[in-house]
């Protein structure tokens, strides 16, 4: 393997789901401007996702459809057959 290939500055940054407001706390490299005070009174750099496994109707099981503006009617409005 190639040497200094990975990232070494990896910090605890929270995660947060938009869509159903879920937070974890992990590891990351990414950069975040905002902070959120976490459960253990520390402020940690926030990163916000649109989906996660919380949400994910893969892991959920249910068929919840998440549509951020609108992409399935452009879909089908590009794609309809014309009569």
Known sequence: MK????PTSY???VFKDMSNGHS???RSTANSRETV???DGNEYPVI???????SHP???GKN???DTAGRIDKFKKRYEKKK
Do not use: A
Request: hydrophobic content about 45%; charged content about 20%; aromatic content about 16%.
């Open 37 to 39: 005070q976490w459960e």
């Open 24 to 26: 974890f706390l992990s």
């Open 11 to 13: 910090r605890l940054v």
């Open 3 to 6: 040497e200094g290939l990975h």
């Open 58 to 60: 893969f892991y959920t």
């Open 64 to 66: 919840m459809l998440v």
């Open 48 to 54: 916000k996702l649109e989906i996660s496994n919380t």
